[in-house]
């Protein structure tokens, strides 16, 4: 069981930059790939950034790459995702998951999510 909390959201100015953490607990963290999404309103959730057990491998959507970076401390429990030239079109709640194995894009893939925080890009 995997239990996760994500924190670091907010309100920030287009262009600007934001950090989110995902807490997780449980000692089998490092086994788990993880991944970040997001949901705007009235939208679909979508896939953002995604990264492997070990940190080795990362993958993104096209919409934040370049702008994004998804990094995990296995020391901590914890992963990150680096926003920078945020647009306001990145405006949504941002959540994280785990998942047994590989990293997916595929929400339903996933077996454990957080709350969820609110990032809110203003024009």
């Known amino acids: 069981q995997v239990q996760l909390v994500e924190s670091g959201g907010g309100l920030v100015q287009a262009g600007g930059s934001l950090r989110l953490s995902c807490a997780a607990s449980g000692r089998t963290f490092s086994s788990y790939a993880m991944g970040w999404f997001r949901q705007a309103p009235g939208k679909e959730r979508e896939f953002v950034a995604a990264i492997s057990w070990s940190g080795g491998s990362t993958y993104y959507a096209d919409s934040v790459k370049g702008r994004f970076t998804i990094s995990r401390d296995n020391a901590k429990n914890t992963v990150y995702l680096q926003m920078n030239s945020l647009k306001p079109e990145d405006t949504a709640v941002y959540y994280c998951?785990?998942?047994?194995?590989?990293?997916?894009?595929?929400?339903?893939?996933?077996?454990?999510w957080g709350q969820g925080t609110q990032v809110t890009v203003s024009s």
């Open positions: 998951a785990a998942r047994a194995y590989t990293a997916t894009e595929r929400a339903y893939e996933y077996d454990y």
